[in-house]
């Protein structure tokens, strides 16, 4: 592979033991591909292309969700959502690849409070971030996190 690609990987480690017949493992009788044996060239292939060929990070790609997908709480203008108690505002995300991505959300009080907003992020009901918000709605403040997540829609 390293003459033929310029990588240094052995796919044959992952192959069966070729079989012999009489002492021999040229015996036309036993001369056949095993369907383990084709699946490990299949897996020994992808080893190989996933080294040899480097596509780079993918693109950033930045996605804002307005308040008419959220759920929970009111809906206040097109871009915010109010909680008047405690509760949840939720959003269905549909994440293309696994990976690390980054989080913020914009969030801010109606009336000042030294104690501030406690506030939770969380990733299909994982807690991934906890902030104490004290900004006001007209000037909110953003808080973000790195999370890694699955591919697939998440909340």
Known sequence: MRDLVG?????TDIFPADDSGYGFDNIGDVLTIPPILMER???GADKVLDEAIFTG?????????DAL?????KRSEQTARVLDKLGTVKVRHQFRHQGDYK??????MDRSSNEGLKTTLSLDKK???TASVTASKLRPE???????AKKGVRR
């Open 7 to 11: 990588i240094d990987v052995r796919p």
């Open 41 to 43: 060239y299949l897996i």
């Open 57 to 65: 990070p993918p693109e950033s790609i930045t996605r804002i969700h």
């Open 69 to 73: 997908v959220m759920m929970g709480g």
């Open 103 to 108: 989080i913020r959300v914009r969030l801010g």
């Open 127 to 129: 807690v991934v971030h």
């Open 142 to 148: 953003a808080i973000e996190t790195s999370v890694t």
